[in-house]
């Protein structure tokens, strides 16, 4: 797992560069959306024992989903650039589900197409969505994006980033979109979280 996990930070360090990939979306959220998967699959392997399987790929996914977001390059070149880095840790196979898992859980494919279903994946897949979606409680990533993406002066950053958790981040839970038990409890915290310090 080390060679892999190695492999794919760097994948991000790389490909931050070469697509303008700002703050909001480069390292920091990577590992922190990795820190999330990692308390996932300790709290559920004992339970899902297909995870053990699949955890390359899960992590994979966790770390580098950001790398072909349409924010900042095209779906299709940016798993090309992913493949190139990523090829010798998976099957063709796999790096099928990779691909089909980063391109698929951000919160707004989801309200528009619904969840994919992907047989024995299905848990996997959750959590490494749900893993984004509590890293996106990070409220200082969002006053960033504006920053870096809309080119907001701070203020008006932060002002935008207030409306944007009013009608989207603080509508996660009531949407129904955690699933899982520990993804809902941790959404509950940060959710108290931000509304204490932020709004």
């Known amino acids: 797992m080390e060679p892999l996990l190695n492999r794919a930070f760097e994948c991000v360090r790389q490909l931050c560069v070469k ?3 700002d703050e909001s979306h480069a390292m920091k959220h990577s590992m922190d959306v990795f820190n999330y998967i990692k ?9 899902q024992p297909q995870l053990a399987k699949q955890q390359p790929v899960l992590y994979a996914a966790a770390i580098l989903h950001d790398m072909c977001d349409p924010k900042y390059v095209t779906e299709t070149e940016g798993l090309r650039a992913i493949h190139s880095y990523m ?17 698929t859980i951000s919160y707004s494919k989801v309200r528009k197409n619904g969840f994919p279903i992907l047989g024995d994946w299905q ?4 959590m490494v969505r749900e893993s984004d979606l509590l890293a996106s409680y990070d409220f200082d990533r969002c006053i960033m994006y504006g920053m870096y993406r809309e080119s907001l002066p701070y ?27 520990f993804g809902l409890s941790k959404a509950y915290e940060l959710h108290g979280k931000v509304i204490t310090i932020y709004l």
């Open 19 to 21: 697509y303008n990939v």
């Open 39 to 47: 308390q996932f699959y300790h709290r559920y392997i004992p339970y």
């Open 87 to 103: 090829e010798p840790f998976f099957s063709p196979e796999d790096f099928n589900m990779l691909s089909l898992i980063m391109t």
């Open 123 to 126: 848990f996997g897949y959750h």
């Open 155 to 181: 203020v008006d950053a932060v002002a935008r980033a207030r409306t944007l958790y009013h009608n989207r981040v603080l509508q996660y839970i009531k949407d129904g979109v955690f699933l899982t038990d």
